[in-house]
């Protein structure tokens, strides 16, 4: 993943700590979009939510970071914040960690500390990124499925269904099983309600999913590909093109807003 990293910082200064920074986030093989050089500032960048990660400079005496966090909180934002302080500085530390601080580094900063950050921060990312086009894909693909008074409570139980087995591929006996029903029987009460079959409904999701995936410009192929559970990447790649006209990678291409 190619993530955006902000540095926050509370003056316009270029010294030994942001050089350590930025050589950090380059061996992450990230990218710094910019320095902040006040606290309204990278209040205004965090209102825009413009980066993936955020890196705060806790310099005395503004001591800016524990604000950030704060202010983050009353957005609900959710970008990875790690601090990094000019003193070693216990209470402020505590302070930070408790507003959910991804870390807290003090000077000298130790490039190692830098990276296992970094490379902590970027997990988060890429979880939460998964978990949002999870969710998303789910109420697309039900929300393509015409809803009346018929087939309202089975689309209910299929959300909850499919939210709760994120981590394997579905199938119609696991989808049966749910509902405590029969699969032949559920087969037939689902493509009564919905006009499809399971499997292509199914189907339809996971393409869903893939697009939402390859539309944030995070992910590679092969990702996607083990995380919607298909054996080989070339199948996945196949599948995707029969549903969509075009190979994953050109889709990418033409709707990310983002780059690997």
């Given at each position: 993943?190619?993530?955006?990293?902000?540095?926050?910082?509370?003056e316009?200064?270029?010294?030994?700590?942001?050089?350590?920074?930025?050589?950090?986030?380059?061996?992450a093989?990230?990218i710094v979009t910019?320095?902040?050089?006040?606290?309204?500032e990278?209040f205004?960048?965090?209102?825009?939510?413009?980066?993936?990660?955020?890196v705060?400079?806790?310099?005395?005496p503004n001591?800016?970071?524990?604000?950030?966090?704060?202010?983050?909180?009353?957005?609900?934002?959710?970008?990875?914040?790690?601090?990094?302080?000019?003193i070693d500085?216990?209470?402020?530390?505590?302070?930070c960690?408790?507003?959910g601080?991804?870390d807290?580094?003090?000077?000298?900063l130790?490039?190692?500390?830098?990276?296992?950050?970094l490379?902590?921060?970027g997990?988060?990312?890429?979880?939460?990124?998964?978990?949002?086009?999870?969710?998303?894909?789910?109420?697309?693909?039900?929300?393509?499925?015409?809803?009346?008074?018929?087939?309202?409570?089975?689309?209910d139980?299929m959300?909850?269904?499919?939210?709760g087995?994120?981590?394997?591929?579905a199938?119609?006996?696991?989808a049966?099983?749910?509902?405590?029903?029969?699969?032949?029987y559920?087969?037939?009460?689902?493509?009564n309600?919905?006009?499809?079959?399971?499997g292509?409904?199914?189907?339809?999701?996971?393409?869903?999913?893939?697009?939402?995936?390859?539309?944030?410009?995070?992910f590679k192929?092969?990702?996607i590909?083990s995380?919607?559970?298909?054996y080989?990447?070339?199948?996945f790649?196949?599948?995707?093109k029969?549903?969509?006209?075009?190979?994953?990678?050109e889709?990418?291409?033409?709707?990310?807003?983002s780059?690997?």
């Open positions: 993943m190619r993530l955006e990293v902000l540095i926050a910082d509370s316009n200064r270029s010294d030994k700590i942001v050089d350590s920074i930025r050589a950090s986030v380059n061996r093989q990230y910019g320095q902040t050089l006040s606290l309204d990278a205004e960048v965090l209102s825009e939510g413009t980066c993936d990660i955020m705060v400079i806790n310099r005395s001591y800016i970071a524990a604000r950030l966090l704060r202010h983050m909180s009353s957005l609900e934002a959710r970008i990875p914040v790690i601090v990094v302080s000019d500085d216990s209470p402020r530390m505590r302070e960690f408790l507003l601080a991804v807290y580094l003090s000077c000298p130790d490039s190692s500390d830098m990276n296992e950050a490379s902590r921060a997990e988060l990312v890429h979880d939460r990124s998964v978990d949002d086009e999870y969710r998303r894909a789910v109420d697309e693909s039900l929300s393509a499925v015409r809803r009346d008074s018929g087939n309202a409570e089975l689309l139980e959300e909850e269904f499919l939210i087995n994120r981590q394997q591929p199938t119609v006996e696991m049966a099983d749910h509902m405590g029903l029969n699969k032949d559920f087969g037939r009460y689902f493509k309600k919905t006009g499809m079959t399971f292509e409904f199914y189907k339809g999701f996971q393409i869903r999913y893939a697009c939402n995936l390859l539309e944030t410009g995070h192929v092969q990702d590909s995380l919607l559970g298909f080989s990447a070339d199948y790649t196949r599948v995707f029969r549903y969509t006209g075009r190979l994953p990678s889709y990418r291409r033409v709707n990310s807003f780059d690997i």
